[in-house]
C-alpha cells in the first residue's frame, strides 16, 4: 500500500528554529549598544556562536528540499511542474530580496545610490535554487552521478575559500559583481553559500535512494550526529593532514580559517536532533511557524531595517539598547513578527475563500470538485519547497 503523503516535520521544525534565532539575532545585533559586543561576556560569546548557525541551516535545507521534490516528481514520471516551481521560487526570491533593499522615498526626493544592489540571503538562496535546478537537468537521469557531482561541488567551494575570500571583480559590472565578492557591501555570496546548498541537494539524493530502507531514520540520525561531531572537532586535524601527506598549502589556509565544515557540522547535529523528536513536533505551533519562513523573513526585514520608508527599529534605537532591553525585547519581537505573519495567513484565506464563493456565483463549479477546497494554499503550498513525503521509520 502506498505510504500517505505528508511534510518531513523535523524539516519545519528545524527552519522554525533557525528563523527564531535569525529575528532575535537581527534584533540584538542591530540594537545592543556596541559596549556589550565583547567575548569576555559569556552570554555575548555564545549568542555570537549560535547566530552563525543559522544561514548555514537555511542554506542546506533549500538544497535538500527543492532537490528532493524535484526528485520524487520525476520518479513518478512528470517533474516539469515541480521544475517550473522551482525556477518560480528562485525568481521570487531574487526579486523580493531587492525590493526589500528599495529605499522609495529617498528615490522620489532624487536621492540614488547602488546600495540596494548589495546582495543578501534572499538573492543568494534565490540564485542558488537556480543554479542547482540546472545541475539536476544536467544530471537528473541518474541520481548517483547527481549525488557525485554535489558533493564535489560542495567540497571545492569550501576547500577553495582562502582563493575568494577577499575577492574583487571590478572590471564586471557591480549587479554581476555583488555575487561573487563583498567589497561592495554583498553579505550573501554565491560561493561559498552555495556550497550548502550543494550539501543539501546531496542529501536530498540520500534520502530519494534510501528514505524507504528499514531502519533509514535510526541509520540516519546516527549519520547526522557522527558526522556532525567529526566535522567539528576533527576537520581542522584533518586538513592540517591532508596539507602534511600532501603539501598542497590550500589545505593549510583553510584548516587556519576553517568555519564553513566546522558550521556544516553544527547544521548536522541540528538536523539529527530535530530529525530525532520529530513524532513530538507534528502539527506543532513549532511547524507552523518553520511553514512561514519567508513571510517573516519579510516582515521582520521591514520592521527592523524600515524597507521602503527608511523607517524602522534600526532608525529609532541603532546600537543603544542595554542587555536586558535588548533580550526582553528580542522576545516581543519574535513573537509579535509571528502574530503578524499568522494574522495575515487568515486574511489572506478569507479574502480568496470569498472570492472563490463570489466566482461560484457566476461559474458553476465541476460536479466532481467542492466549494470549499482549500484554495488559500495554507498548508497545502504555501511554503512548497517544503513540502516532502515522509520517509519510512
Known sequence: MKSKSTRL???????????????????????????????????????SYFRGITAPTFFTISGLVVLYLMLKANEKGDDSVRIKKGVSRGLMLLVIGYALRIPFLSWLQGKFDTYFLVIDVLQCIGLSLLILI????????????????LLTIGCLIFLTEPLYRTLRVDSIPLFFSNYISKANGSIFNIIPWFGYVAFGGYLATIFFRKSQNEYFKVRTVSIFFGVGLVLLFFSTDIL????????VELFERCANFNYLFLRLGNVFLYFGVFYLLERYMKQSIVTKIGEKTLNIYVVHFIIIYGSFTGIGLKHFWYKSLEPWEAVFGAIAFMIVVCLIVFHIGKTNAFIYNNLRRLLHLVIKPNKHSTEYDDVSGEGEDDDEENEVEDVKN
Not at 240 to 246: A, E, F, G, P, V
Open 9 to 47: 516535520y523535523f524539516l519545519d521544525a528545524v527552519r522554525a528554529f533557525a528563523i527564531l534565532m535569525m529575528l532575535q539575532g537581527h534584533f540584538v545585533d542591530t540594537l545592543l549598544n556596541p559596549l556589550y559586543r565583547d567575548d569576555s561576556y559569556i552570554a555575548y560569546t555564545i549568542w
Open 134 to 149: 540546472g545541475l539536476y537537468l544536467l544530471c537528473r537521469r541518474n541520481s548517483k552521478i547527481l549525488s557525485v557531482v
Open 240 to 247: 592540517h593532514l591532508l596539507y602534511d601527506i600532501t603539501g
